[in-house]
């Protein structure tokens, strides 16, 4: 992992066109602004792994799904 330090205002680039800005600093938190190509996906982690572990328990329904028809 990378660990860089930032102040607010300042930035940081990811590839060519994508840039994180500190907007403010509070006790504990940080805001954070983030300027990407529209067709990339922005999500807070705990809201990417919730949506990940839905998706796999979706999957698993549907091979069961097809398990079940495949048996008749």
Known sequence: ??????KKGESLMIGDDIEITVSKLDDGSVKL??????DITILRKELYEAVEKEN?????????????IKKK
């Not at 992992?1 to 930032?6: A, H, S, V």
């Not at 602004?33 to 529209?38: D, E, H, L, Y």
């Not at 796999?56 to 079940?68: D, G, H, T, Y």
């Open 1 to 6: 992992m990378l660990i860089i330090t930032r």
């Open 33 to 38: 602004g983030i300027q990407a190509p529209k």
């Open 56 to 68: 796999k328990e979706a999957m698993k329904i549907n091979i069961s799904l097809l398990n079940n």
